[in-house]
Structure formats: structure tokens, C-alpha cells
T-cell receptor, first 111, second 116 residues
Framework: EDKVVQSPLSLVVHEGDTVTLNCSYE??????LLWYKQEKKAPTFLFML????IEKKSGRLSSILDKKELFSILNITATQTGDSAIYLC???????????FGGGTRVLVKP | NAGVMQNPRHLVRRRGQEARLRCSPM?????VYWYRQLPEEGLKFMVY????????ESGMPKERFSAEFPKEGPSILRIQQVVRGDSAAYFC??????????????FGPGTRLTVT
């Protein structure tokens, strides 16, 4: 059965800190890994990673995929209170389009 | 607003009633997905549809749940004879054709269903 595991489950940091979130997966016929940010409403798309070792960056957020070790990390630098959210990792297989999600990491950034 | 739209945002039903949840995909998107998020749990895939076709319904409960995406109009997720365990947030997502994208899906704001 396909499995996506995120760690840590939750963390509390102070503004300005750097946060590293982990996502490991066991999936047959892997195609891509996606990161989403979920506040009180819809998950918001952050990144899609398909190739190993290529970092994707958007402002203070960055992410990279390791297809050999089957994991991805999401980094947030210089955190702000607006970064407080649940961060979701999902994988998509080569055949079919459904996303298999991890349980999420809850991040709380304190002022 | 060019995003994925869902309505209603909140829906309260008594046990045994029917719930109908609607989803309009982003403009230009032809693929629709439904996911369910139970309290304190992650998002779980339910069904994947294209216009007039169910492509993958492997995540749908076998009874009481159905989905459609007609040629005209929004996609509908229908839950008959609701039970308390159906209380959850139901999210719709859409994507362009896989040929035009890597597969990223964009989510709507969700419908929060409460069964009393």
C-alpha cells in the first residue's frame, strides 16, 4: 500500500527561525511529489517536484526531492507568523491522478 | 474569481437526509477530484472525474456515495442517508489535462458537512 509519512507532527518556532519539514514516501510508479499549505481553508499549492536534486524556490520557501532515498524536505527561512499552517505533502503516481497525502506537519510561528 | 468554487461552504443535515455538494473547477480545467478530510485526519482521495466520465472511484465508499461531472454544470458529490460518520470537510480540486501540466491540483475552499 502506498504510504506518505511526514515529520515532525508539529512544531513551534519563533519569528525569524528556520524550519525544515520532512516527507518520506513508499509508492510504486512514482511520478511527482507536491507540497501544499493549509490554513483554515483550501490547501494552497506550493511546489511540485519531479526530478531528484533540483531545488525549487519561492521567496522564503524552498524544497528538494531525493528519489533515491525517497524523501523530500520543505524549508522555510526567516519564518513569520503568517507561515503558521499545516503543511501537507502528497505524491502522485505515473498512472492515474489521485494524490496520496501524508498526515501533515502543523507549524506554529510565535511572534 | 478564477479559482475552484465549492458550495455550500457549510451544510448541516440530520441523519438519514441527503447531502449534495457542488464544485466548479478552475476555468480551463477538465479534471475534477474529490477528497475528504475527517476531523484530525489527513486528506483522503475519493473520486476522479472528467466530463461525463468517472475515471477512478477507488476511494469512494461502496454505498450511499456517488459523484458526477455532467457535460454542463458543476460536479456533484451526493451522499444519501447521511450518518454522523460522514461529518467531515469535503474538498474539490481541479487540474488541467495531464498533457498540459505535471499533475498539480488546485483546491477549492471545501464544504464542511455536519450531520446531527
Amino acid at each position: 500500500e502506498d504510504k506518505v509519512v511526514q515529520s515532525p507532527l508539529s512544531l513551534v518556532v519563533h519569528e525569524g527561525d528556520t524550519v525544515t519539514l520532512n516527507c518520506s514516501y513508499e509508492v510504486t510508479n512514482f511520478r511527482s511529489l507536491l507540497w501544499y499549505k493549509q490554513e483554515k481553508k483550501a490547501p494552497t499549492f506550493l511546489f511540485m517536484l519531479t526530478s531528484s536534486g533540483i531545488e525549487k524556490k519561492s521567496g522564503r520557501l524552498s524544497s528538494i526531492l531525493d528519489k533515491k532515498e525517497l524523501f523530500s524536505i520543505l524549508n522555510i527561512t526567516a519564518t513569520q507568523t503568517g507561515d503558521s499552517a499545516i503543511y501537507l505533502c502528497a505524491v502522485i503516481k505515473a498512472a492515474g491522478n489521485k494524490l496520496t497525502f501524508g498526515g501533515g506537519t502543523r507549524v506554529l510561528v510565535k511572534p | 474569481n478564477a479559482g475552484v468554487m465549492q458550495n455550500p461552504r457549510h451544510l448541516v443535515r440530520r441523519r438519514g437526509q441527503e447531502a449534495r455538494l457542488r464544485c466548479s473547477p478552475m476555468k480551463g480545467h477538465s479534471h475534477v477530484y474529490w477528497y475528504r478530510q475527517l476531523p484530525e485526519e489527513g486528506l483522503k482521495f475519493m473520486v476522479y472525474l472528467q466530463k461525463e466520465n468517472i475515471i477512478d472511484e477507488s476511494g469512494m465508499p461502496k454505498e450511499r456515495f456517488s459523484a458526477e461531472f455532467p457535460k454542463e454544470g458543476p460536479s456533484i458529490l451526493r451522499i444519501q442517508q447521511v450518518v454522523r460518520g460522514d461529518s467531515a470537510a469535503y474538498f474539490c480540486a481541479s487540474s488541467p489535462s495531464i498533457r498540459d501540466s505535471g499533475g498539480e491540483q488546485y483546491f477549492g475552499p471545501g464544504t464542511r458537512l455536519t450531520v446531527t
